[in-house]
């Protein structure tokens, strides 16, 4: 038996503000992660006209260009998986959008992608190039 459900748009817009707020969250706890780990982050959320990215750091001279993914269970697969192969060139043309924006166009530079999966924090440096 299949069940439809008409949601009001205040309660989908309360739904996508809670996956924001959760994502967010996911993103700092990335960022205190990485700063363990001896990343300086200098800036979460960055937006342009191309796209978003979650999170921008240094490590050592390299300007790291961050991914994060969460997932609470194995169920949709793992938070690296969902890194394919259209969210990698969306990244990758956002961030050299960034480099140029601030005047960085020859800077070292890589990828990573952080997932979290329930409790645990995998980080995959350079996980993929341009």
Same mark, same amino acid.
């Given at each position: 038996?299949?069940?439809? /459900?008409?949601?009001?748009? %205040?309660?989908?817009?309360?739904?996508? $503000?809670?996956?924001?707020?959760?994502?967010? !969250?996911?993103? #700092?706890?990335?960022?205190?992660?990485?700063?363990?780990?001896?990343?300086?982050?200098?800036?979460?959320?960055?937006?342009?006209?191309?796209?978003?990215?979650?999170?921008?750091?240094?490590?050592?001279?390299?300007? /790291?260009?961050?991914?994060? %993914?969460?997932?609470?269970?194995?169920? $949709?697969?793992?938070?690296?998986?969902?890194? !394919?192969?259209? #969210?990698?060139?969306?990244?990758?043309?956002?961030?050299?959008?960034?480099?140029?924006?601030?005047?960085?166009?020859?800077?070292?530079?890589?990828?990573?992608?952080?997932?979290?999966?329930?409790?645990?924090?995998?980080?995959?440096?350079?996980?993929?190039?341009?």
């Amino acid at each position: 038996m299949n069940v439809s /459900v008409q949601m009001t748009e %205040k309660r989908m817009e309360k739904i996508q $503000k809670n996956r924001r707020k959760t994502g967010a !969250d996911y993103e #700092k706890a990335a960022g205190f992660y990485l700063e363990q780990m001896g990343y300086e982050i200098l800036q979460f959320n960055y937006r342009c006209r191309l796209g978003e990215i979650d999170l921008i750091a240094k490590d050592g001279a390299y300007y /790291v260009f961050c991914e994060v %993914k969460y997932r609470a269970d194995e169920r $949709k697969g793992s938070p690296l998986e969902a890194v !394919d192969a259209r #969210k990698q060139q969306k990244i990758f043309r956002t961030a050299m959008y960034y480099l140029t924006e601030q005047q960085l166009e020859d800077v070292p530079c890589r990828f990573d992608v952080v997932g979290i999966e329930g409790t645990k924090i995998t980080l995959i440096k350079n996980a993929f190039g341009g």
